[in-house]
């Protein structure tokens, strides 16, 4: 039986060595935690469109493009140029920029909640701002928050993303857990964790709490926590009675803005109060937002008092901004629909290799988006997704690395413009050489 850890070690000795250099420096030899994983991280030396190269050398397909944020691939010709164009004219200044205004423009025109934007660096900032402006407008304290969600790294975010299921209460009344060995007590106190897709509970559990809760905010498709889609009736029950109880809703749209033209919120057909963006916004360079309703964003304005205050060395700095007009203005409706078919074809094509295989996996999809369960329960919320078995998705991953393709660890993926035909029938076919491959050793552990 094939060890795919030995497999990896004996293929990436260049990652290796570069790893043993780097833990002298960084903790663990990486800055991003999700980076890492046992039993040292790929190194990636570059990309080019759908492929990228590791310190060996060798060549992959990158299903998972940073985390879902390089939706055109790496190094598509516009947004270089744009880039090149814009360093050479300065980088940062301590000043407005036009450019600014032009990326703003674009997102108010996309996404039907947003009226007014605001620029940061990252997802973590956007929702940071997005519940901390939710408490001024509303004069309260507390955050609802879905079990299973991902809003970043912020202490008000640290809460249920990951709790163990019997440490986190009833499925229907779920306790709020701390994310980290940091995550403060206030904290835990200070949210209120919601069931996801479930209705009745979630809206008797906000009108318990309702006279303290700001705002409630959850991504409508869950991204990193496994792409698991609301359903409709979800989130209309939670747009219906956060508006009744006097709260904000708040769209976490990182990751799904990418599912087409003004994000799953337009797909969905419901407006919230804000909504955070990042991810595909800045072309591959570090740039989020956020932004919503204009009697919402006008405690930003620094000509009224009292008013919120905003700061941020590289908020709005003019090459992600360049970077970020460059990408959003190739995103035409056209594009969308091409990759949301590639994606759902893809869908049925792994969920076909794994049942000819007798696999239990649940391959879920949104979109360009996917995320493969190993389990016989159909994931629709976090405790669902809970099921699925760790080590099967290690070997799975790792296997992956092994044969030309890189997912995340958790085995999430995403399409990019430049994959085609051949690059995508080289993902399915790695898929299916993987199980072929590990099989024998998922059977024999049982």
Same mark, same amino acid.
């Given at each position: 039986?094939?060890?795919?850890?030995? =497999?990896?070690?004996?293929?990436?000795?260049?990652?290796?060595?570069?790893? &043993?250099?780097?833990?002298?420096?960084?903790?663990?030899?990486?800055?991003?935690?999700? *980076?890492?994983?046992?039993?040292?991280? !790929?190194?990636?030396?570059?990309?080019?469109?759908?492929?990228?190269?590791?310190?060996?050398?060798? &060549?992959?397909?990158?299903?998972?493009?940073?985390?879902?944020?390089?939706?055109?691939?790496?190094?598509?010709?516009?947004?270089?140029?744009?880039?090149?164009?814009? /360093?050479?004219?300065?980088?940062?200044?301590?000043? /407005?920029?036009?450019?600014?205004?032009?990326?703003?423009?674009?997102?108010?025109?996309?996404?039907?909640?947003?009226?007014?934007?605001?620029?940061?660096?990252?997802?973590?900032?956007?929702?940071?701002?997005?519940?901390?402006?939710?408490?001024?407008?509303?004069?309260?304290?507390?955050?609802?928050?879905?079990?299973?969600?991902?809003?970043?790294?912020?202490?008000?975010?640290? =809460?249920?993303?990951?709790?163990?299921?019997?440490?986190?209460?009833?499925?229907?009344?779920?306790?709020?857990?701390?994310?980290?060995?940091?995550?403060?007590?206030?904290?835990?106190?200070? *949210?209120?964790?919601?069931?996801?897709?479930?209705?009745?509970?979630?809206?008797?559990?906000?009108?318990?709490?309702?006279?303290?809760? /700001?705002?409630?905010?959850?991504?409508?498709?869950?991204?990193?926590?496994?792409?698991?889609?609301?359903?409709?009736?979800?989130?209309?029950?939670?747009?219906?009675?956060?508006?009744? @109880?006097?709260?904000?809703?708040?769209?976490?749209?990182?990751?799904?803005?990418?599912?087409?033209?003004?994000?799953?919120?337009?797909?969905?057909?419901?407006?919230?109060?804000?909504?955070?963006?990042?991810?595909?916004?800045?072309?591959?360079?570090?740039? /989020?937002?956020?932004?919503?309703?204009?009697?919402?964003? &006008?405690?930003?304005?620094?000509?009224?008092?009292?008013? @919120?205050?905003?700061?941020?060395?590289?908020?709005?700095?003019?090459?992600?901004?360049?970077?970020?007009?460059?990408?959003?203005?190739?995103?035409?409706?056209?594009?969308? &629909?091409?990759?949301?078919? *590639?994606?759902?074809?893809?869908?049925?094509? !792994?969920?076909?290799?794994?049942?000819?295989?007798?696999?239990?996996?649940? =391959?879920?999809?949104?979109?360009?988006?996917?995320?493969?369960?190993?389990?016989?329960?159909?994931?629709?919320?976090?405790?669902?997704?809970?099921?699925?078995?760790?080590?099967?998705?290690?070997?799975?991953?790792?296997?992956?690395?092994?044969?030309? =393709?890189?997912?995340?660890?958790?085995?999430?993926?995403?399409?990019?413009?430049?994959?085609?035909?051949?690059?995508?029938?080289?993902?399915?076919?790695?898929?299916?050489?993987?199980?072929?491959?590990?099989?024998?050793?998922?059977?024999?552990?049982?």
């Amino acid at each position: 039986m094939v060890d795919p850890e030995d =497999v990896y070690r004996q293929t990436t000795p260049g990652s290796r060595g570069l790893h &043993e250099k780097a833990v002298r420096f960084m903790p663990g030899g990486t800055t991003r935690s999700t *980076t890492y994983f046992d039993p040292y991280p !790929l190194f990636i030396d570059r990309g080019e469109g759908c492929r990228i190269w590791d310190a060996d050398g060798i &060549e992959r397909i990158d299903m998972l493009g940073n985390y879902t944020a390089m939706i055109l691939g790496h190094a598509h010709p516009k947004v270089v140029e744009a880039i090149r164009h814009q /360093a050479a004219r300065g980088t940062a200044f301590a000043a /407005a920029n036009a450019i600014e205004g032009e990326l703003a423009e674009i997102l108010c025109e996309q996404v039907p909640s947003v009226d007014q934007v605001r620029f940061c660096n990252s997802g973590t900032e956007a929702t940071m701002f997005a519940m901390r402006l939710a408490r001024a407008f509303t004069g309260r304290a507390r955050i609802a928050r879905i079990e299973g969600g991902y809003h970043g790294t912020h202490d008000h975010a640290e =809460v249920s993303t990951h709790p163990d299921p019997a440490e986190a209460g009833p499925a229907d009344r779920p306790l709020a857990r701390p994310d980290s060995i940091a995550t403060p007590a206030w904290a835990l106190e200070q *949210t209120v964790v919601l069931p996801f897709n479930a209705p009745d509970a979630a809206e008797r559990i906000l009108r318990e709490e309702g006279a303290d809760v /700001a705002a409630v905010i959850l991504e409508p498709i869950i991204g990193a926590g496994g792409v698991i889609a609301a359903t409709t009736e979800f989130l209309e029950r939670l747009r219906r009675v956060t508006r009744e @109880l006097g709260m904000l809703l708040i769209f976490d749209e990182v990751i799904s803005l990418r599912v087409g033209p003004g994000g799953a919120q337009k797909l969905y057909g419901v407006t919230p109060d804000l909504t955070t963006m990042g991810k595909i916004i800045g072309g591959g360079l570090p740039v /989020a937002a956020f932004g919503g309703r204009a009697d919402v964003m &006008e405690l930003l304005d620094p000509r009224r008092q009292p008013n @919120l205050a905003q700061g941020g060395t590289y908020n709005g700095n003019p090459l992600g901004m360049a970077a970020g007009v460059a990408a959003m203005r190739e995103l035409t409706p056209d594009v969308y &629909e091409d990759l949301n078919r *590639t994606g759902a074809r893809v869908k049925d094509q !792994l969920s076909e290799v794994f049942a000819s295989h007798g696999v239990a996996a649940q =391959v879920n999809g949104v979109g360009s988006l996917l995320a493969i369960h190993f389990t016989p329960t159909p994931v629709t919320d976090y405790r669902s997704k809970a099921t699925a078995d760790d080590r099967i998705t290690r070997d799975f991953f790792l296997g992956l690395v092994n044969h030309g =393709v890189l997912m995340a660890p958790r085995a999430m993926g995403a399409i990019s413009t430049p994959m085609g035909e051949d690059e995508i029938q080289r993902f399915v076919d790695a898929v299916d050489t993987v199980v072929t491959e590990q099989l024998p050793r998922w059977q024999a552990a049982g």
